[in-house]
T-cell receptor
């Protein structure tokens, strides 16, 4: 069964607004969540990692939250720009696994229009 | 900094032909992975190698074989290609730690079409 769910396949927003992407996990309890960016014709690129005991993590215009009660992570891009247009993937591993194996969501395609 | 290198970038095969996709990483990572990515399906794990000398099946291993040639190289083989294997294939590597707190590093993919 799918462990990581990104319910929105596409999100379109205007430049300057904040984009918010959602990632939900089911049937397990990851210790970490990771977010990746994927541009057309390229492989995913790691952006941010958040631990379960971190409520929020920031990197420049990016912010990630981790709510273990809701089993959800939110990924925010503030002051969005057309260059932020890409597909964003959420991923997590089984707690305690040492194999490094990740389960990926299907991704949300973000389009930022001028 | 090359990172993860995949060859070839594009390939067209006929049904029944065989092919090996190559992957090499220069980050001295222990773990390597092969994924396929199809529209609407996301990344699905085919096989992975947690360390040199070991390989394990992922979600969709049928029709594929892998070889962990050494610490740097991990190849994926299609013995008898089928149209259902038309996809984009990604190789990745990571340094595994408990609970998945290390990112994976991806190559730019091989776009494979089976006619």
């Amino acid at each position: 069964s799918q462990k990581i769910e990104q319910n929105s396949e596409a999100l379109n927003i205007q430049e300057g607004k904040t984009a918010t992407l959602t990632c939900n996990y089911t049937n397990y309890s990851p210790a970490y969540l990771q977010w990746y960016r994927q541009d057309p014709g390229r492989g995913p690129v790691f952006l941010l990692l958040i631990r379960e005991n971190e409520k929020e993590k920031r990197k420049e215009r990016l912010k990630v939250t981790f709510d273990t009660t809701l089993k959800q992570s939110l990924f925010h891009i503030t002051a969005s720009q057309p260059a932020d247009s890409a597909t964003y993937l959420c991923a997590a591993a089984d707690r305690g696994s040492t194999l490094g194996r990740l389960y990926f969501g299907r991704g949300t395609q973000l389009t930022v229009w001028p | 900094n090359a990172g993860v290198t995949q060859t070839p970038k594009f390939q067209v095969l006929k049904t029944g032909q065989s092919m090996t996709l190559q992957c090499a990483q220069d980050m001295n990572h222990n773990s390597m992975y092969w994924y396929r990515q199809d529209p609407g399906m996301g990344l699905r794990l085919i096989y992975y190698s947690a360390s040199e000398g070991t390989t394990d099946k992922g979600e969709v291993p049928n029709g594929y074989n892998v070889s962990r040639l050494n610490k740097r190289e991990f190849s994926l083989r299609l013995e008898s290609a089928a149209p259902s294997q038309t996809s984009v294939y990604f190789c990745a590597s990571s340094e595994p730690t408990p609970g998945g707190n290390q990112p994976q590093h991806f190559g730019d993919g091989t776009r494979l079409s089976i006619l």
